[in-house]
């Protein structure tokens, strides 16, 4: 029986050790939470500054001249002096056609003149010696007067010498065909040795590479938006707007570009405008590979007013949740609470507030992983935003 009572004591002593001995750690713990210092994030100032107005079209790339080489007169093709596909100069030979014909022709209306020239000359001195003549009575004026019709008929045949002497010039000319402007030659139509018909041939296209058009489509709705903003004077003039592309990778085109045609006339089967903007288009190096080639797509940037007074926070502090947007507001005493908010546009690595912040309140941009709603935290001041948005514009 002692024994029993003996064992029941050590259990229940063994229990109670146990459990101070859990009170104790618990205490531990709860002392070293309470030691935890409050976590440092970054925050910045909500700003007002002015931002731009934008938005993005779908365009196309197209050349700003194009034109079909034919030639101006009849003949076989001599030579062909370019290599397809290549950049041809202003002034550049690309075809010959047989100048012989022409040549001769050329050389029989010289001979004419000469001949002409020839009769004319004879002709001046018969006119002085009948001039004389009928002054003394000693021919008559009917006479005289067949000898200047005579001497004018001349005359009038030496001018038409030297025009079709001109023209056959011309003709010749025409036989050595050049590049009109500098631009991007494509594939012969017609080989060496073919004949050809002035006005009526192809021989090739000629493709201006540099500078180029943009063409994008404005919608009747944004056409609207646009005139409200005109009337806001927060539009810019046209030559003012500034175009940008986006290449495949995502990043700005280097140059910027303008617009320099609106249409003003709505497509009925669109119901958009057609709008055009200009852009140079640069070659990588001493190369001629241009980096817009015509027909190809990309996306427009339109940067076509400015907002005077947005609310501006970098990016990194928008946290997307399951009920929208949220930003982390540093409030007294450190304190965090967590705002719903409405986005605007963007600009860069930074995003327009429309609603739930105020302009100076701090807002975290790193380390929102760490804290929740209520808790202190410990701030560290990032670059104003005013100076990071900034010189991101001007870039």
Sequence with gaps: ??????????????????????????????????????????????????????????????????????????????????????????GDPLYLIDPRPFQAKLDAVQAQLKLDDSKLAFQETQVSRYDLLVKNQATSVEKYQDIVSQRDQLLAAVAKDKADIASAQLDLSFTAITAPFTGRIQKTNIDVGNLVEQQRDVLTTLIKMDPVYVYFSLSRAKSFDFQLLKRQNKLFPTDKMKMQLYLPNGSIYRSDGKIDYISYLIDQTTDCVTVRGVIANLCTGNTHDYDLIPGQYVPVKLIFGEKPDALIVPETAIVESQIGEQIYVVEKGNKVSIRNVVTGSKVNAFREITKGVSEGEMVVTQGVQKIKAGMTVKPMQAPPVQAAVTSAQTK
């Design 1 to 90: 029986m002692t024994s029993k009572i003996s064992f029941f004591n050590f259990c229940r002593i063994l229990m109670l050790l146990i459990s101070v001995l859990f009170f104790a750690e618990g205490c531990g713990r709860s002392s070293a939470l309470k030691e935890l210092p409050p976590p440092e994030v970054v925050v910045t100032k909500v700003v007002k500054q002015a931002i731009p107005f934008y938005d993005e079209f779908s365009g196309t790339v197209q050349s700003v001249r194009v034109v079909n080489i034919v030639p101006r007169v009849s003949g076989y093709i001599q030579k062909c002096y370019f290599t397809e596909g290549t950049l041809v100069k202003e």
